[in-house]
């Protein structure tokens, strides 16, 4: 099946301790995107990726990296740096040939302990 | 991107249609109506999208007024399986930089 896939779903981290989020689509799609929503809060744009080897920050970069080596593939890396890192991380790509819309993976739980 | 406005909450009886409405009284000619649930703990679901004209897919049916400031969208048999929260967003098409402003959304409930 075709499709944005994000894990883990549910993840545990250390105080001090970076952390991996994987994504990964098989949609052919040239964008891709990360963002994070807060309990009861909208999304948030953390960086976003058009090409490969191309990435911009969005709205919330500190803390955060992202590679783009792969067209299927973006990861995103919490850093130690980050101050609140517990939250709900979404991945996204684009379809450019259906009106740009955006679509979404299942999405990664965070937790700092 | 334009402001939208939805109800807080809506009830729906299984089975029934379900009609959601959106204000968007500010939008541009070149912005979009798109329509996006979320059930919890997961990932935005994508529904719908226009610019103008109505539109059908397999999930809804998307109505927009002629003057383009509100619109609705239409579950035409509600099931269990729709309770989410929908949000209704406004964006040009061919922006780069996937900014999505969901707002505080429509949290629909279907009932047996």
């Known amino acids: 099946d075709g499709g944005i896939t994000q894990s883990p779903k549910y993840l545990f981290r250390k105080e001090g301790q970076n952390v991996t989020l994987s994504c990964e689509q098989n949609?052919?799609?040239?964008?891709m995107y990360w963002y994070r929503q807060d309990p009861g809060q909208g999304l948030r744009l953390i960086y976003y990726?058009?090409?490969?080897?191309?990435?911009q920050k969005g709205d919330i970069a500190e803390g955060y990296s992202v590679s783009r080596e792969k067209k299927e593939s973006f990861p995103l890396t919490v850093t130690s740096a980050q101050k609140n890192p517990t939250a709900f991380y979404l991945c996204?790509?684009?379809?450019?040939?259906?009106?740009?819309?955006?679509?979404f993976g299942e999405g990664s739980w965070l937790t700092v302990v | 991107d334009a402001k939208t406005t939805q109800p807080p909450s809506m009830d729906c009886a299984e089975g029934r249609a379900a009609n959601l409405p959106c204000n968007h009284s500010?939008?541009?000619?070149?912005?979009?109506v798109y329509w996006y649930r979320q059930i919890h703990s997961q990932g935005p679901q994508y529904i719908i999208h226009?610019?103008?004209n109505n539109e059908t897919n397999e999930m809804a049916s998307l109505i927009i007024t002629e003057d383009r400031k509100s619109s609705t969208l239409i579950l035409p048999h509600a099931t269990l399986r729709d309770t989410a929260v929908y949000y209704c967003?406004?964006?040009?098409?061919?922006?780069?930089?996937?900014?999505?402003?969901f707002g505080a959304g429509t949290q629909v409930v279907v009932t047996p």
């Open positions: 949609l052919n799609h040239d964008a």
């Open positions: 990726s058009q090409i490969v080897n191309d990435f």
């Open positions: 996204a790509s684009k379809d450019a040939n259906s009106g740009n819309t955006i679509y």
């Open positions: 967003i406004v964006r040009v098409a061919h922006d780069s930089w996937g900014k999505l402003q």
């Open positions: 226009g610019l103008k």
């Open positions: 500010t939008i541009s000619g070149n912005e979009y």
